[in-house]
């Protein structure tokens, strides 16, 4: 069972679902690609002694709505997130954003600059499909061919490997993924390019690459912490892409000192 209550708000894209615990300042979690909030539940369980943890279902994905005419922006699901903040009375808070989720993040801090404490990039790149446009037509190919259990274990073959401990677990949560939601975050992936708004960034950042990351390597990684201003990067090993699940400990303690540095 995944850690936090879920709960629906009411946004003008639909119904969307915070999955919420603990209590205190606000920690926002956005999921990539291949997650859900249930891919958070390391986060809802260990950071909510000292925080209220926020992981969403982003539209399409969980018991979150699609989002309505399938084609969002990265500017849409930051709106989106920001209604569903105000609907569930949460006020200023800091950012956590993992792969699509860092696509999404710093439009969240460009809209909301005086709520957006601190924010973490994790795993993501300056630019998605806008330079590889092919890659993401492919996974919805994926998405589209196979059923729910081929799906979750290709995605989770990229994310950690067939080896990993946690290989079952990310293949599961991939699995889940609605092709019609999928369809919407691989279209919004696909014009995400984040080279103009992340020197906007103004608020304390921290980027965080997995050591073995073979879908946002660290060189990318480096790259969106030299577009951030300030922006300092860590890098964590024996981890790819989902280093929050892969070694949570590791990667906890680098929200916790940051956050409360």
């Known amino acids: ?113 005086m709520r957006v404490g601190k924010v973490v990039l994790s795993s993501t790149k300056v630019s998605f499909g806008a330079d590889d446009p092919t890659s993401y037509d492919m996974r919805l190919a994926e998405r589209r061919a196979m059923d729910d259990r081929m799906f979750g274990e290709a995605r989770a073959k990229g994310m950690v490997g067939e080896t990993s401990p946690v290989f079952d677990e990310v293949a599961s949560i991939a699995g889940e993924i609605r092709e019609t939601g999928y369809a919407a975050t691989v279209s919004l992936l696909k014009g995400a390019d984040n080279r103009a708004i992340l020197p906007t960034i103004e608020q304390p950042t921290l980027v965080i690459a997995g050591a073995n990351d073979r879908i946002a390597p660290a060189p990318q ?31 906890n303690t680098l929200l916790k000192d940051f956050l409360d540095d």
């Open 1 to 113: 069972m995944s850690g936090g209550t879920v709960t629906k708000f009411k946004t003008p894209a639909g119904q969307i679902a915070l999955r919420q615990s603990g209590e205190g300042r606000a920690l926002v979690l956005l999921h990539g690609l291949g997650g859900s909030s249930k891919s958070w539940d390391r986060q809802l369980r260990d950071l909510a002694s000292i925080r209220h943890v926020i992981a969403w279902d982003c539209p399409g994905y969980g018991d979150s709505d699609d989002f309505p005419g399938g084609k969002p922006t990265c500017h849409d699901f930051a709106k989106t997130l920001l209604a569903a903040l105000d609907a569930a009375g949460v006020g200023d808070f800091d950012l956590v954003g993992h792969s699509m989720g860092g696509a999404v993040g710093p439009w969240v801090a460009r809209l909301a600059p």
């Open 221 to 251: 990684a480096k790259a969106v912490a030299e577009t951030v201003q300030g922006a300092r990067l860590e890098i964590v090993a024996d981890a790819g892409h989902a280093a929050y699940i892969e070694q949570p400990d590791a990667y």
